[in-house]
């Protein structure tokens, strides 16, 4: 890929050596209704350098929060959160986020929109156009830097966003159900997209979805999460090198382990759950 | 979370049918069918032609009244009026709007009388600004200025207030500055709110300072209009309705106009 950002290249090779992070009984509640809600308990978690970890669970079991704390857009929790042996107490530049919409600034072109994330890098003013291309070139968005984000399609948006995210070499790239708001086609696209670039990066990613079958496409590991509080489940190694075929048999063998993994607690709780009507009850 | 960018953005309104660039043939239609029946009722002698001037009768009022420069001269004072008054009501507006939508004290404080006043048709603050200020510029000045300033704040407040929560995460993942926040991310996010507001706070101020002309003035649209009814001067009172409601359309067109080239980065 001749799109390869130049930047990695004067980078020393131990680089690939950051973005180590590691997560210590971490637990997070929320007050809803004035009474404090577990999300988050006992998160216990390392992930290793260039390493690609999928998150999976149903919705509710904090997966999506435990993102926002790792990226320091939250900071009220307790236990630990380190990268690289540094403790996380806010946003920084080492760690970037792609949300599940594209949140491009609809006034900037895509070239502006993927700028602003070097405003207060040090990056020398003069390379900043280089790199920006570069990485427009990375997701394959070459021919639209002077495009308004209403102009491009969702999928193009969201590569958009990507170039954003990875503009600042960040060594950890937290994905918040990136691909959420894609159609199947676009997301097998970007999801091919994305190992592509994580391939050429190397640098530590740690993506949250609810498609069970893009998390083990992608996946070094895959955390599976269980909600009310949010715990970890299970955590499956992929033993596959990357990039991988689709119609690997593993691959298909672990989503059905997975896919069971995740209702088997569901059908278990089903007979507790189920709603008695009155008017309906046997009389 | 699934929001995208464009249901951030307020809904933007069809604009293809009210473009004034190549007027649509279409848009000449009914004031043309307008005329017709204007003048057919006058042909018909229902009304004495004193009350029902006809369209050419007002035609050449209009005509009499340009070339002796008295159209110009009463135009010409609204229109100073209008702008000045415009100009300290919205800037006014504004900076309130501002207050408003950043504190939140500010906003406990002060938008509960604010709403309330809003409420009041400015006409009806005329008798009180009159023994306060006389009839002289002032009091047109501060109606205008009154005018202008509610939908203003109004719209400042909305805009700002608007600005998704997300998007000021984005600027937190990336490290912006307040300086940065405000000039890269808020100003921009507002603007198309604040141009919104000055579109309808200045037709708004047009119409209350010719409202407020007819009831206290010594020059001016409304004074013409008002002078001409008092003489039985029909014809006058109708090419004041005429120019006024010109002048009223033309300044929402070019405020349209700078509306959308402002924000051309909206989807059409």
Redesign the interface.
Not at chain 2, 1 to 6: D, E, G, P
């Given at each position: 890929m001749s799109a390869h950002p130049h930047a990695r290249e004067d980078k020393p090779p131990q680089s690939v050596q950051h973005g180590a992070l590691s997560v210590r009984d971490l637990d997070k509640s929320f007050q809803i209704g004035g009474r404090p809600h577990k999300v988050l308990d006992g998160i216990n978690l390392d992930v290793r350098p260039g390493e690609f970890v999928s998150i999976v669970g149903a919705s509710g079991c904090g997966k999506?929060t435990l993102l926002r704390l790792i990226?320091?857009?939250d900071t009220d929790y307790s236990g630990e959160l380190r990268l690289d042996g540094e403790r996380i107490a806010t946003?920084?530049?080492d760690r970037?986020?792609i949300?599940?919409?594209?949140?491009?600034?609809?006034?900037?072109t895509l070239e502006q929109n993927v700028e602003?994330?070097l405003?207060?890098t040090d990056t020398p003013k003069d390379r900043r156009a280089k790199i920006v291309a570069d990485h427009i070139a990375l997701v394959n968005l070459t021919g639209f830097e002077k495009a308004?984000?209403?102009q491009l399609s969702?999928g193009m948006?969201q590569r958009a966003a990507i170039a954003r995210a990875l503009v600042?070499e960040p060594r950890l790239l937290l994905l918040?159900?990136p691909l959420?708001?894609l159609d199947a086609l676009t997301r097998v696209h970007v999801q091919n997209e994305l190992q592509r670039i994580w391939m050429a990066q190397r640098s530590t990613m740690v993506m949250v979805t609810h498609d069970v079958e893009e998390a083990l496409y992608l996946g070094d590991r895959v955390i599976v999460m269980s909600p009310n509080p949010g715990r970890i489940r299970r955590i499956v190694d992929v033993d596959l090198p990357h990039p991988r075929d689709r119609r690997s048999p593993l691959l298909h063998r672990l989503k059905d382990e997975i896919l069971a993994e995740l209702t088997s607690g569901a059908d278990a709780d089903a007979a507790d759950n189920l709603v008695h009507l009155p008017s309906r009850e046997p009389r | 979370?699934?929001?995208?960018?464009?249901d951030l953005?307020p809904p933007v309104r069809p604009r293809r049918a009210f473009q004034l660039s190549g007027l649509p043939v279409g848009a000449l239609l009914a004031p043309l069918l307008l005329l017709g029946l204007w003048q057919l009722l006058c042909l018909s002698g229902v009304f004495p032609p004193q009350v029902l001037v006809p369209p050419s009768g007002v035609a050449r009022t209009l005509e009499e009244m340009a070339l002796s420069g008295e159209l110009q001269r009463h135009l010409g004072d609204s229109m100073r009026r209008l702008l000045l008054g415009f100009a300290i009501g919205a800037a006014a507006g504004m900076a309130f709007g501002v207050t408003i939508a950043l504190s939140r004290l500010a906003e406990a404080a002060l938008s509960p009388l604010f709403l309330t006043l809003w409420q009041v048709p400015v006409i009806a603050f005329v008798p009180m600004m009159v023994m306060f200020l006389g009839i002289d510029e002032p009091f047109k000045l501060a109606v205008v200025a009154i005018a202008a300033f509610f939908p203003m704040a109004l719209a400042t407040f909305d805009g700002i207030r608007g600005v998704p929560k997300?998007?000021f995460?984005?600027a937190?993942?990336?490290?912006?500055?307040l300086f940065?926040l405000i000039r890269?991310?808020l100003l921009?996010?507002t603007?198309p709110a604040v141009l919104t507001g000055l579109r309808v706070s200045l037709t708004r101020a047009w119409v209350v300072l010719v409202a407020a002309e007819l009831l206290a003035a010594d020059s001016g649209l409304g004074q013409m209009m008002e002078m001409g009814r008092q003489l039985f001067q029909i014809d006058v009172v109708l090419a004041g309705v005429i120019v006024t409601g010109l002048v009223g359309f033309l300044l929402d067109r070019g405020a349209r106009w700078v509306e959308s080239h402002a924000?051309r980065?909206?989807?059409a």
């Open positions: 999506s990226v320091g857009l946003t920084s530049l970037g986020i949300f599940q919409d594209h949140r491009l600034f609809p006034w900037m602003l994330a405003l207060n308004y984000p209403h969702g948006a600042t918040d159900e959420g708001a | 979370m699934t929001s995208r960018a464009a953005l997300s998007w995460e984005v937190k993942v990336y490290r912006l500055s940065q890269r991310i921009p996010a603007v924000t980065w909206r989807a």
